[in-house]
């Protein structure tokens, strides 16, 4: 049976990488009928924290992605790779010393009839410990390649150093290649998919898992996600974490849909296909179609599909997301107002500014109010000329394409420009350069609101 995992470490919250690492693994599970797990790395007891899980999770959820089987911690394994180590020891493989266990390369490259050569020296292993000081003793700490140890179904044959490495620490907790290792066999993962950064990790997992009699999963390394200076993404260059592009008003859809283009493309006609529901991703993901170079993060593709699914909501169904986290709380009835701004959001934390005429009075210069064609004496003429013929306007004509209509005879009546008439009138109701229409704003303030704004920016012309 088709089993992955994701396997995060609750040292901080969900990143990008870890995100399109997760659907990955979710698309390829549910595509093939098989399982998906979430397991906790949790053995740096010192940063992992229940916050950062919950965070993890949570986001996980957010995005879709939903997994089979409760989530598993390593802390509650401990004895699993104790044991683990101790069979190293037994079979020859590897050396306790000072309570810690140690693989010896070498000798484990020896028993397994591994073909290898030496490579280059390791100079020393940083700290100068008594372990560091009992190796030296022993042998030179040195680096040992191994060729086409393992077969990667993205990058092809699998090559790359192994060393003398510490497996289980002094304090019996296990080193992350003993653990994964160990969790990996237990578990039964058929295919391990994960990042770039891991395929130097790659030879050594495979040893161990020889060493200790486990099969061997199938590995896909996918590329890395760079930002735009083709730099490795990092928190001090740009958002790296979901929960901040959930909180800017990214959607979950237009999240997924952003990430599994990031480093793979659907076959045959669909191979320039943007735009990909969840389903159609099921569908449609293939390893064979995740490319081998990096990544690159593009903020303006991710602001056109986020600006594409939120034209695609039912305007009832984005308003309740603007209200629940982004309109002030409110009785009035947002509809009209949340219909204006659908078809102008990329995101949907922009309708916060977008909104503050709506929720409060605003601050009108005179300066604002003159277009920049215009000058003071045609704009309050404009702005007296709309008001005359908006109170006339009866209440059943209060809608955008009526009140467009008025607005404009009001142009041709006095002999004045467009904007001596529209820009004010924006203006007026808005108090920005940058809003919706003036009859929608019209029609979103109702008469009464609307009159008495353009009242104040008339008397604010005198």
Not at 109 to 138: M, R, T
Not at 183 to 210: C, E, Y
Not at 399 to 421: F, M, Y
């Amino acid at each position: 049976m088709i089993k992955v995992r994701l396997a995060p470490s609750p040292t901080g919250p969900l990143h990008i990488g870890t995100a399109r690492t997760a659907l990955f693994n979710f698309l390829f599970a549910r595509g093939q009928k098989g399982q998906f797990i979430l397991r906790f790395e949790d053995t740096d007891q010192s940063r992992s924290t229940k916050e950062y899980e919950k965070n993890i999770t949570e986001n996980l959820k957010w995005l879709g992605l939903d997994w089979d089987e409760k989530p598993s911690y390593q802390m509650e394994r401990l004895e699993k790779y104790q044991k683990a180590a101790a069979k190293l020891v037994k079979r020859g493989y590897a050396k306790e010393i000072e309570g810690a266990v140690l693989l010896r390369a070498k000798t484990a490259l020896e028993k397994l009839k591994i073909d290898f050569k030496p490579a280059v020296k390791i100079s020393g292993y940083g700290n100068n410990s008594q372990i560091d000081q009992e190796l030296a003793k022993h042998k030179d700490p040195s680096a040992y390649l191994v060729k086409n140890i393992a077969k990667d179904l993205i990058h092809g044959s699998i090559s790359g150093l192994i060393m003398d490495t510490v497996l289980l620490r002094r304090d019996q907790i296990p080193t992350f290649h003993l653990a994964v290792v160990v969790d990996d066999a237990d578990m039964k993962i058929s295919h391990v998919i994960r990042g770039d950064d891991h395929f130097s990790n790659t030879p050594l997992h495979v040893v161990l898992q020889k060493a200790l009699g486990c099969q061997t999963p199938l590995y896909a390394h996918i590329p890395l996600i760079l930002d735009t200076d083709r730099n490795k993404m990092s928190k001090r260059k740009g958002q790296v974490d979901i929960s901040q592009y959930r909180q800017d008003g990214y959607l979950p859809a237009a999240m997924v849909n952003f990430l599994a283009l990031l480093g793979w493309s659907a076959s045959g006609a669909d191979s320039n296909q943007q735009i990909f529901s969840i389903k159609e991703l099921i569908e449609k993901f293939d390893l064979s179609r995740v490319q081998k170079s990096p990544a690159v993060f593009d903020r303006q593709k991710l602001d056109y599909l986020n600006g594409y699914y939120i034209r695609k909501l039912e305007v009832s169904e984005l308003d309740k997301l603007l209200q629940d986290g982004y309109y002030p709380k409110t009785e009035k009835n947002t509809l009209e107002l949340t219909a204006a701004l659908q078809t102008r959001m990329v995101k949907l934390s922009q309708s916060r500014q977008m909104s503050e005429f709506f929720f409060g009075q605003p601050i009108v210069s005179p300066d604002l109010l003159v277009f920049k064609k215009s000058d003071p004496d045609k704009t309050k003429k404009g702005l007296a000329g709309a008001a005359e013929s908006l109170i006339k306007a009866p209440a059943e004509v209060w809608r955008e394409s009526t009140l467009n209509q008025v607005l404009a005879k009001v142009v041709k009546k006095e002999n004045l420009a467009n904007g001596d008439v529209f820009w004010p009138v924006r203006a007026a109701l808005s108090g920005a350069e940058q809003s919706p229409s003036p009859a929608e704003l019209l029609q979103i303030l109702g008469r009464d609101e609307s009159l008495d704004r353009i009242k104040k920016a008339i008397k604010k012309l005198t």
